[in-house]
């Protein structure tokens, strides 16, 4: 059947798109639009023309399953031009998401409508791109540059209501009557006759634009597009919708699109798209596994990762019970849940009714009987083996049966802490990662007994919180952590051959990574780990006992200031000259290549190794823990993805010319190799 439809409604005409699951603006739709369109030019007794989306949405956007591909059918462009110059009104009726090439469906219509729940937005900068079939040119013809440039540049949606008062739609309709309330729009402006309004050719919102926004605007957003380059040539298509005639800012956008969409920041981007929703799928579970009932959420420990995780589901209108071994840390853990919504309240972005209502969803105890009837328990105690298995114990003991049991440790054996219980099926690792209320990855950690049922509710259950889940086998530190060891190995080694923390850190931060090795550890504190009992009066063992424990103290590999802005430390320069010294290494300047090729290549072969074992099902798995848990840059598509642009053969290549370096354990991964020499690539 056609993925377009047409019916009569007396005068009107009314164009269905069904192109389950999103409306994707795919060769079939456009061509049947385009044909849609011939027919009310074709046909005088047609009046008016409703366009319309079947299904849960407007059009969301182009298929991005085309771009890279050779195109068929109209042009999206063709399409839009073909809407905007019918002579009858042609009016959109939007519900669910009018988004990317959606949106600019709905531009070249004459008139928009859409029900309260609508969302209206350009996200094609998410995938590197910028809007390309006229909404640069369009969009802010209707609503101004300023309204426009969030949208266009940020990619930030407006629901409905907002985009009544910036004049982006011209009625909102009953949330169950979009079809007839629409028709009845568009026997309206039929009636009224005289010219319906085209969006191309209005000036009215950008006459006399005050140049100086965009500079302000690039300004304002310095921080959140630094190193992207679509936004910047969002702007600049912008620019050109005020101050150049339409058909030259047309010119302008098909020019800087074609350059972004050629460009590996948007095929990066375009792959973490997908690789995102890939991750959520686990390829051998049966497809009717049943979802256990989540209503209710035990926490262990009220500490750094407790609380934050809490928050997740408070946040997600889920009750939370939350569990310490004493009154103290428990008061303490519970003060700092409801500080940090105070202070998103104090930012504006939730209101005081919300804070109460998510500190009233959250009960606290010290007595283990009141998680007996939680559904899923998710333990954040001590990182102390011996501490975890008592604990599992202890809630096999009082929580229901069939209740899952989680751990959120960051490198132990799951199975180990099953073994702990009678009901290993029903233990599954979830590791948050830190802030845990505002990271958003999730590594679900697959025991060898964990059942299907608990793995595919936890999945579910990511998404219903807001986090991006991938799974994981069980090995030491799962994908993520175990890749951060071997980029942490070399970081230290580099310190004994001539390197200094910010020299490390400086190529990580240019390459686009938040922060460095060393402002991480920072950060995270370098006692972390650290006892008397275990030092081996290592570098860090000697830094934490002079007291430079991190950002906390003031002091760490860094200097900091009161405003925690960091200055390299002489007195750590000089531990590291004499520990070097001792090492024997010989000492050199080792150039910003090196550095980012023996930070990061060894981290790509432990993914490599990773992908070899089954700890992860896919090669794009591993680029969204790095996106989403360590601020991997989006533009760079993940480390594998970024290993398939670097070439594996030249991966490979730099590691044999450093194995030297790399260590006595170093092991080069098999699948690495062979596809390096076969010239194939991790993703596609
Ligand atoms: N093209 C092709 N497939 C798409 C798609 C698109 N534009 N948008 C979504 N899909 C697919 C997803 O890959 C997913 O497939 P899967 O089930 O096989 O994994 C399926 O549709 C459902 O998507 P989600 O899981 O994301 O569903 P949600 O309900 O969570 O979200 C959504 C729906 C908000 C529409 C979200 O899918 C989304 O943000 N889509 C992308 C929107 C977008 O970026 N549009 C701009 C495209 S570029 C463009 O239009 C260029 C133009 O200017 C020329
Ligand atoms: P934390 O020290 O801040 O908090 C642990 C809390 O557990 C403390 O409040 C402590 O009183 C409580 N606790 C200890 N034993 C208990 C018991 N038997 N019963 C009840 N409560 C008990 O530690 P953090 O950082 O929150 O770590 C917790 C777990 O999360 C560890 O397994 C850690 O490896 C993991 N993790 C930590 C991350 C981080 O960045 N801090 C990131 C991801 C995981």
Same mark, same amino acid.
Request: hydrophobic share 35%; with cysteine.
């Given at each position: 059947m056609s993925k377009v439809t047409t019916a009569r409604d007396g005068e009107v005409l009314i164009v269905t798109s069904d192109n389950p699951p999103v409306n994707a603006l795919g060769a079939a739709v456009r061509q049947g639009l385009a044909d849609a369109m011939a027919e009310a030019k074709t046909d005088p007794s047609i009046k008016a023309v409703v366009v319309r989306g079947a299904g849960r949405t407007f059009f969301a956007g182009a298929d991005i399953t085309e771009f890279g591909r050779p195109m068929t059918g109209p042009a999206l462009p063709e399409v839009i031009d073909a809407m905007e110059g019918s002579s009858v009104p042609v009016v959109a009726a939007i519900h669910g998401t009018a988004l990317g090439g959606g949106l600019e469906v709905a531009l070249g219509a004459h008139y928009r409508v859409a029900v309260p729940s609508a969302k209206l937005g350009l996200p094609e900068v998410?995938?590197?791109?910028?809007?390309?079939?006229?909404?640069?040119?369009?969009?802010?013809?209707?609503?101004?540059?300023?309204?426009?440039?969030?949208?266009?540049?940020?990619?930030?949606?407006?629901?409905?209501?907002?985009?009544?008062?910036?004049?982006?739609?011209?009625?909102?309709?009953?949330?169950?009557?979009?079809?007839? #309330? /629409?028709?009845?729009?568009?026997? *309206?402006? @039929? %009636?009224?006759?005289?010219?319906?309004?085209?969006?191309?050719?209005?000036?009215?919102?950008?006459?006399?634009?005050?140049?100086?926004?965009?500079?302000?605007?690039?300004?304002?957003?310095?921080?959140?597009?630094?190193?992207?380059?679509?936004? #910047? /040539?969002?702007?600049?298509?912008? *620019?050109? @919708? %005020?101050t150049l005639p339409f058909a030259e800012g047309i010119a302008r956008e098909r020019e800087l699109f074609m350059g972004l969409m050629t460009g590996d920041q948007s095929r990066a981007q375009r792959h973490l798209f997908f690789a995102e929703r890939a991750a959520n799928k686990i390829d051998d579970l049966p497809a009717d596994t049943q979802l256990l009932p989540i209503k209710k959420v035990g926490i262990l420990g009220a500490g750094t990762m407790g609380g934050g995780i809490a928050m997740n589901f408070l946040s997600a209108g889920i009750p939370v019970v939350i569990l310490e071994r004493e009154q103290g840390p428990l008061d303490k853990g519970v003060g700092i849940i409801r500080r940090n919504y105070e202070n998103t309240a104090k930012k504006g972005r939730l209101t005081p009714e919300k804070v109460e209502q998510a500190m009233g969803m959250l009960s606290h105890t010290l007595d283990y009987g009141d998680l007996a009837d939680c559904d899923l328990v998710i333990e954040a105690v001590f990182e102390l083996m011996e501490i975890k298995k008592e604990v599992f114990a202890k809630l096999d003991a009082v929580v229901k049966p069939g209740a899952i049991l989680a751990s959120n440790t960051s490198y132990l054996d799951i199975d180990d802490i099953a073994r702990a219980t009678a009901r290993p099926e029903s233990v599954v690792g979830m590791h948050f990662f830190s802030p845990a209320n505002v990271m958003k990855l999730l590594e679900v950690v697959r025991g060898a007994r964990t059942s299907p049922a608990v793995l595919a509710t936890v999945m579910a259950l990511a998404k219903k919180i807001n986090k991006v889940a991938v799974v994981s086998g069980v090995c030491h530190g799962f994908i993520g952590n175990r890749m951060l060891a071997k980029r942490q190995e070399q970081a230290n080694a580099m310190l004994m051959e001539g390197a200094m923390p910010w020299d490390i850190d400086r190529v990580m931060t240019e390459f686009g990574m938040p922060m460095g090795p060393f402002q991480m550890a920072d950060l995270a504190g370098l006692d972390i780990g650290y006892s008397e009992a275990k030092r081996?009066?290592?570098?860090?063992?000697?830094?934490?006992?002079?007291?430079?424990?991190?950002?906390?103290?003031?002091?760490?590999?860094?200097?900091?200031?009161?405003?925690?802005?960091?200055?390299?430390?002489?007195?750590?320069?000089?531990?590291?000259?004499?520990?070097?010294?001792?090492?024997?290494?010989?000492?050199?300047?080792?150039?910003?290549?090196?550095?980012?090729?023996?930070?990061?290549?060894?981290?790509?072969?432990?993914?490599?190794?990773?992908?070899?074992?089954?700890?992860?099902?896919?090669?794009?798995?591993?680029?969204?823990?790095?996106?989403?848990?360590?601020g991997w840059p989006v533009y760079r598509g993940g480390p594998m993805f970024w290993a398939d642009t670097v070439g594996l053969e030249n991966v490979v290549a730099s590691l044999a010319a450093h194995r030297e370096l790399l260590g006595p354990n170093f092991k080069l991964s098999k699948l690495l190799a062979d596809k390096a020499e076969k010239g194939q690539r991790f993703n596609g």
């Open positions: 998410e995938l590197g791109l910028l809007p390309g079939a006229g909404g640069t040119q369009r969009l802010p013809r209707v609503v101004g540059v300023e309204a426009a440039l969030p949208m266009i540049v940020m990619g930030d949606p407006v629901p409905a209501k907002r985009a009544l008062e910036m004049g982006l739609i011209d009625r909102i309709v009953s949330e169950d009557k979009l079809v007839e #309330e /629409a028709v009845a729009f568009a026997r *309206e402006v @039929a %009636a009224k006759g005289g010219n319906h309004p085209k969006a191309s050719e209005r000036t009215d919102k950008i006459g006399g634009t005050d140049q100086s926004v965009f500079n302000q605007f690039r300004q304002t957003n310095a921080r959140r597009i630094r190193g992207f380059d679509a936004p #910047e /040539a969002c702007i600049k298509t912008v *620019e050109a @919708a %005020a081996t009066g290592s570098l860090r063992d000697v830094l934490v006992e002079s007291g430079r424990r991190g950002q906390k103290t003031g002091k760490g590999f860094y200097d900091y200031d009161e405003k925690r802005t960091a200055t390299p430390s002489d007195e750590v320069a000089g531990h590291i000259r004499s520990f070097a010294e001792k090492s024997g290494k010989p000492q050199r300047t080792i150039d910003d290549k090196e550095i980012l090729e023996r930070l990061l290549y060894p981290m790509v072969n432990e993914g490599a190794l990773i992908l070899e074992e089954g700890i992860a099902q896919r090669a794009s798995d591993i680029d969204v823990v790095w996106v989403y848990g360590y």
